[in-house]
Every structure is written in C-alpha cells, then in structure tokens.
Antibody, heavy 118, light 111 residues
Framework: QVHLEQSGAEVKKPGASVKVSCKAS????????ITWVRQALGQGLEWMGW????????NYAQKLQGRVTLTTDTSTSTAYMELRSLRSDDTAVYYC???????????WGQGTLVTVSS | QPVLTQPPSVSGAPGQRVTISCTGS?????????VHWYQQLPGTAPKRLIY???NRPSGVPDRFSGSKSGTSASLAITGLQAEDEADYYC???????????FGGGTKLTVL
C-alpha cells in the first residue's frame, strides 16, 4: 500500500544542519508532490514547503527561506528536507506528506523528531 | 498568529453535534482557495478528513462534513463519539504569502 517512511530521530547542536529523508512506496513517486510540515511540541502544524517530485520545482515558506532546501532522488523514490543554522525553536516533529494545496495531504509519514539542544 | 483562525477548543457530549470554524480572509478562503481539514489523534500524524471544502475521502464516516462560505469554512461532526477526541486543523492557500496555511488547531473534548 501507499506509504511514506521517514528517517529516525536526530539531536543537533545550535548552528548545525539536519537532513531528514522520506522514502515513498506503493505508488509512482513522480506523480505526486511532496510537502513538509513541522509541529513543535504541543503546538500546531506549520507548512514548510513543497517540491514537485517530477520536476523538482519548489516553494518554501517565507519564514524559512534561505535555511531550508527540499530535494528528491527519483531513483530511490526518496524526498529530503535539509534545514540549516538550527535554533532551539526548530525543535519539532517533521512530517513529509503526499499531495498539494489543491487536494490536501492524503498520505503522511510517521514523523521525525528533531531536537536542537546545546 | 495563524492566518486562519480556529477556536482553541470545543466540546460536546456523546451523540451531540459540534462545529469547528475556520476564519480566513480575502487572500485565502475568500479568494476561492479550497479548505481541507485534518484530524490529529495524540501522538500520531495528521489524517485528512475533508478535502476540497466538502469531500470526504473513502473510509471517513459521514458523521464528518465540511462547508465553506465567503471567507470562512466549518467542520461539523454529528453523533459525537469518544474516539473523535482529537485536534482538528483547517488548511488553505494564501496568495499574499504565496504559501499554504494551517489554522491554529482546535482541541475537541468529548465530555
């Protein structure tokens, strides 16, 4: 069945970078966009950006412009989210999801906890 | 502050009907962009509940329904059940921010 499997939890120091992976299975990877959403502990959902899995086009949240990069590897059906210059307020669960703003996000990964702490 | 405004909490007794509002503006819901709704149970990833304002994905009970009017949207839950206790989020697109927005979320408590 359709599934998004994310990489494991990460602990990073302030100023470092993190790269989270999201491996898709059960469907044609290039037929759908991948979106990244994060959620700080006890807080709401925050949209980070999306990438077209077929063309590589991206759109990032203004707040994260310059610090986040979304990429895909179509040979392994894997999407990546890299966040640089980490701060303590980047501590959150990061989700990948299949879909776009027109139809919403129908399939979600299990989430990856990224903790930023000195 | 989220661009889409939701009440922080709502509650209802089993069997009752509750509604959750999502208020936007002329740059998102009022501009014609669709609203989608998600349910998030504790410790789990969100689940799409309603898409395109009123559409239910297969497997979502018909107790859940969505509507949209002007710059607002609503999620209605009828025949409230204990398992409905969760956080609910609305989502749309905002053309002034050129990005997707989520509401702040509403915690539903089943009394």
């Amino acid at each position: 069945q359709v599934h998004l499997e994310q990489s494991g939890a990460e602990v990073k120091k302030p100023g470092a970078s993190v790269k989270v992976s999201c491996k898709a299975s059960g469907y044609t990877f290039t037929s759908y966009d991948i979106t990244w959403v994060r959620q700080a502990l006890g807080q709401g959902l925050e949209w980070m950006g999306w990438i077209s899995a077929s063309k590589g086009n991206t759109n990032y949240a203004q707040k994260l412009q310059g610090r986040v990069t979304l990429t895909t590897d179509t040979s392994t059906s894997t999407a990546y989210m890299e966040l640089r210059s980490l701060r303590s307020d980047d501590t959150a669960v990061y989700y990948c999801a299949r879909g776009g703003y027109m139809y919403g996000y129908e399939i979600w990964g299990q989430g990856t906890l990224v903790t930023v702490s000195s | 502050q989220p661009v889409l405004t939701q009440p922080p909490s709502v509650s209802g007794a089993p069997g009752q009907r509750v509604t959750i509002s999502c208020t936007g503006s002329s740059s998102n819901i009022g501009a014609g962009y669709d609203v989608h709704w998600y349910q998030q149970l504790p410790g789990t990833a969100p689940k799409r509940l309603i898409y395109g304002n009123t559409n239910r994905p297969s497997g979502v009970p018909d107790r859940f329904s969505g509507s949209k009017s002007g710059t607002s949207a609503s999620l209605a839950i009828t025949g409230l059940q204990a398992e409905d206790e969760a956080d609910y989020y609305c989502q749309s697109y905002d053309n002034s921010l050129s990005g997707v927005m989520f509401g702040g979320g509403t915690k539903l408590t089943v009394l």
